[in-house]
Nanobody
Framework: QVQLVESGGGLVQAGGSLRLSCKAS????????MGWHRQAPGKQRELVAE???????NYANAVKGRFTISRDNSKDTVYLQMNSLEPGDTGAYYC????????????WGRGTQVTVSA
């Protein structure tokens, strides 16, 4: 089992920045890729960014050039630096961890709210 706890959300004006953190604990040997997803009211959850143990990253087109995902394996923590925030970035942000063993459900945190005002 892996437990994920997000922090760093809040209210910010458009153009501002926030840094989200996701602290993982438990059987970290069983996960590889970790990432951030977000869900706006009335919309489906979508991938924002993900990073594997070697540091390879993948970003949604909407956040490329504005968001940066990073990972400190020694601290079992993943970060999401969000710059030039837009009202469209508003939503609940969830950290997830993908299990190495195929067929094992992903692990999810409880989320942190990000609200960007115009």
């Amino acid at each position: 089992q892996v437990q994920l706890v997000e922090s760093g959300g809040g209210l910010v004006q458009a153009g501002g920045s926030l840094r989200l953190s996701c602290k993982a604990s438990g059987s970290m040997y069983s996960v590889n890729t970790m990432g951030w997803h977000r869900q706006a009211p009335g919309k489906q959850r979508e991938l924002v960014a993900e990073i594997d143990r070697s540091g390879d990253t993948n970003y949604a087109n909407a956040v490329k050039g504005r968001f940066t995902i990073s990972r400190d394996n020694s601290k079992d923590t993943v970060y999401l630096q969000m710059n030039s925030l837009e009202p469209g970035d508003t939503g609940a942000y969830y950290c997830n961890a993908v299990a190495v063993v195929a067929g094992t459900p992903d692990y999810w945190g409880r989320g942190t709210q990000v609200t960007v005002s115009a």
